[in-house]
């Protein structure tokens, strides 16, 4: 085609010309490149499943021969890594819900302050002072704020020194714990925990489990449920130490481990325990205090120091140490208190009243008592003064009048004469609890102190303590038995006595014959009248004491008798009432009766009894000053020896006898226990002024009216020719047989 045309040239033409223009003019003008698109910023998702790109890696070395031993175990290790970093994401995500879930739960901090069971009881003195305690106490709710700080310094030093450091789990102390179990022995969990104040309360809360007494056969069986230690349990209570640690401060987990933590001798919490010990608040602590109750806490009925003070002091002194270590005691204060550690209240120190404690919670309602959930307080009639009294008097006469070794008992009891209780021993070890109590639960044979109750019976029916009686051999034919004759413990006969000297000399067949002249049916009845409610024996041997009683039974009748001769039911329990109640549930469990014997008889049967002391068989129990009556009584073969009497203002009975029936050797109701009886009414009376005994002597009988001479012999005559005559049958039967 002819250029002329006007045809534009082809491309390839104007690269290609023969002159060469097309390279020039593309080399002036390049071509003109389009734009790269903008790449889209990847999402969430995308920068997630979307792998990064890799720059280009540089030509791989070839391995040496290590290289190509170790790459087994690399990709092994790389495997491994992989899978527990992914599996430790997951277990963590799951912990984290966990966690959340339990604090879902939490409730305010108010709730576990009180934790208990059952309630507390505890028992006031005539004078409103606190000597016994049962039951769970709680003392009331302390804060980490309220408490001492010595107290909650002591805490913290002995139990979690990181406390207030780590998030509820301290993973070196779990570490050390498992170190020592292993090197003592034990398993990797047995023994010492390791475990932090979080999850100490996080256990004490059961993680969180309320009993129920439908799901768990007892208490006991449900904490003991809590206190498991098994690796899933350990897990559970560190997920619930994780939730206590993100709901509640540190104070105010501190605060509950202080209120719910068991410190020994029934006390439960801080306060409960400084009012059990030391007889004052929580917030009043010393150190050498603060450091004895933190000590409890590993070990809370071992190193209760009304078990075993010593212990518990040694027991501080290494509180004490921890404490100056770690900053909060200065060298100077620890020696200062190690030195002086801390002493037990007088209430604790004593533990008075442990007989008399249990005797009164036996008196009362158990729902009241024992299987309470109520606090309870019980007003008693117990006298703390003539309690130590009576335990000073019996540790004396065993000390100083009874062979070394000695396995005797002995138990007193002192009351008033309208029966209230003021103290109560019931063995050779007073400071006890929840034990055999000889004084109540003892049911033995009373022996002569039972006369009383027969005279008392004659005198009530117009007797005379002047009127006389035969004291000469004696025997009655008992159905069953055969024939029966009653002997003096002196083996000899007095002939013809007053009644007031055959009760001063404990005469056994004046008191026989008397019995069977009144009826034994009167004397049982006059007995159980002033409060012997045990089984009374049937036979004649009942004027002996052959029935069994208790000594307070015996204490109680003879207070009768110092009442002018009303009844008495002993009590220990004047008043009952709930803490928070200001009405009383229960009043007075006992006192004065109805009457038994007339004033006048009862007065009178005082003045016999009083010449038992004065000049008959209980002389060894006369209390310099003052008036007294008594009577002592001893059983067949020694197994049981009595002394009860009483003065113008107390009552006290003593007993004294082997728990298996073994025979006293050389002890009488005279003897030994008139002794324990006048030790104890010589401390009771310590200050007080001697009153007369409320007696009545009875006026003298007037002599027989005299006779003539010839009077007596028209009178004698015929008695003469009487026994005349049957001495002449008595020959005639001799001679010529029956």
């Excluded at 060298?331 to 604790?348: H, I, V």
């Excluded at 034919?477 to 002939?495: A, M």
Aim: include cysteine; aromatic fraction near 8%.
């Amino acid at each position: 085609m002819a250029q002329g045309s006007g045809r534009k040239p082809l491309v390839a033409e104007k690269r290609y010309s023969a002159s060469g223009k097309g390279k020039a003019s593309a080399a002036k003008k390049p071509a003109r490149k389009k734009p790269a698109r903008k790449a889209k910023k990847p999402g969430l998702l995308g920068r997630l499943f979307t792998r990064k790109k890799t720059r280009a890696r540089p030509a791989a070395k070839k391995r040496g021969l290590i290289g190509w031993l170790l790459a087994p175990f690399a990709f092994a290790f790389r495997l491994v890594w992989g899978f527990t970093w992914r599996v430790g994401m997951v277990a963590c995500a799951l912990a984290g819900l966990a966690v959340a879930f339990q604090y879902a739960r939490l409730p305010e901090v108010s709730a576990y302050l009180d934790g208990r069971a059952r309630g507390s009881v505890t028992i006031l003195d005539r004078e409103g002072e606190v000597f016994a305690w049962r039951g769970d106490q709680f003392g009331g709710v302390v804060t980490a704020d309220t408490v001492s700080p010595h107290l909650k310094n002591a805490i913290v030093a002995t139990e979690d020194k990181r406390f207030y450091r780590h998030l509820g789990l301290s993973p070196r102390g779990i570490a050390s714990a498992v170190r020592i179990n292993l090197s003592e022995g034990r398993g990797p969990l047995s023994g010492h925990g390791g475990s932090t104040i979080t999850q100490q309360a996080a256990k004490l809360l059961c993680l969180g489990k309320i009993y129920d007494p439908a799901e768990w056969k007892s208490e006991s069986a449900y904490e003991a449920d809590c206190r498991k230690g098994s690796l899933w349990r350990k897990g559970t209570e560190a997920i619930f130490a994780l939730a206590m640690e993100a709901k509640y401060t540190k104070d105010e987990i501190l605060s509950i481990y202080m209120n719910r933590a068991y410190m020994g001798g029934g006390a439960y919490g801080a306060e409960a325990a400084a009012q059990r010990y030391f007889g004052k608040s929580a917030n009043q602590l010393n150190p050498a205090e603060g450091a004895m109750l933190a000590g409890l806490l590993t070990a809370p009925s071992t190193l209760a120091p009304t078990n075993n003070l010593q212990r518990s002091q040694d027991r501080a002194a290494t509180v004490l140490r921890l404490m100056q270590e770690q900053g909060y005691l200065t060298t100077a204060e620890m020696q200062k208190y190690q030195d002086n550690p801390a002493e037990l209240s007088e209430a604790a120190a004593a533990r008075a009243g442990g007989y008399f404690a249990d005797w009164v919670m036996d008196s009362i309602p158990d729902f009241l008592g024992d299987q309470t959930t109520e606090d309870v307080v019980i007003r008693s009639t117990m006298d703390q003064r003539l309690q130590a009294a009576a335990e000073d008097a019996l540790k004396y006469v065993f000390e100083n009048k009874v062979r070394e070794g000695s396995k005797a008992q002995a138990a007193i009891v002192v009351m008033s004469a309208d029966g209230a209780v003021r103290a109560m021993v019931g063995g050779r070890k007073t400071r006890v609890s929840g034990v055999f109590n000889r004084a109540t639960q003892a049911k033995r044979q009373t022996g002569s102190a039972f006369k009383p109750f027969v005279y008392a019976t004659a005198l009530e029916l117009g007797y005379s303590p002047y009127d006389r009686v035969l004291d000469a051999k004696y025997c009655l034919n008992i159905p069953g038995s055969g024939q029966w004759c009653p002997d003096n413990y002196t083996r000899k006969f007095y002939g013809e006595v007053t009644l007031a000297r055959a009760l001063r000399d404990s005469l056994n067949v004046p008191a026989v014959k008397i019995s069977e002249a009144v009826g034994r049916d009167k004397v049982s009845r006059v007995a159980r009248d002033f409060g012997i409610d045990s089984d009374l024996a049937a036979g004649p041997a009942l004027a002996l004491g052959a029935s069994e009683s208790s000594l307070l039974e015996m204490t109680g009748a003879y207070a009768g008798i110092l009442n002018g001769g009303s009844s008495v039911t002993p009590y220990g329990v004047t008043e009952l009432k709930l803490v928070e109640d200001n009405e009383a549930l229960m009043g007075a469990s006992g006192g004065i009766g109805e009457r038994v014997i007339r004033t006048e008889a009862a007065q009178q049967l005082v003045w016999m009894m009083e010449k038992v002391i004065a000049g008959g068989t209980g002389q060894r129990a006369q209390i310099p000053g003052w008036q007294a009556a008594g009577k002592s009584g001893t059983t067949s073969a020694a197994k049981d020896a009595w002394f009860i009497g009483f003065t113008a203002d107390y009552v006290a009975g003593v007993w004294m006898g082997y728990d298996d029936n073994t025979p006293l050797s050389g002890v009488t109701g005279g003897g030994l226990p008139a002794e324990i009886w006048r030790e104890t009414m010589v401390r009771v009376h310590d200050g007080l002024e001697p009153k007369p005994l409320p007696m009545l002597e009875p006026a003298p009988i007037a002599p027989p009216p005299q006779q003539t001479r010839r009077e007596r012999r028209r009178r004698q005559g015929p008695q003469l020719g009487k026994e005349l005559g049957r001495a002449v049958d008595n020959i005639l039967r001799d001679i010529l047989g029956n």
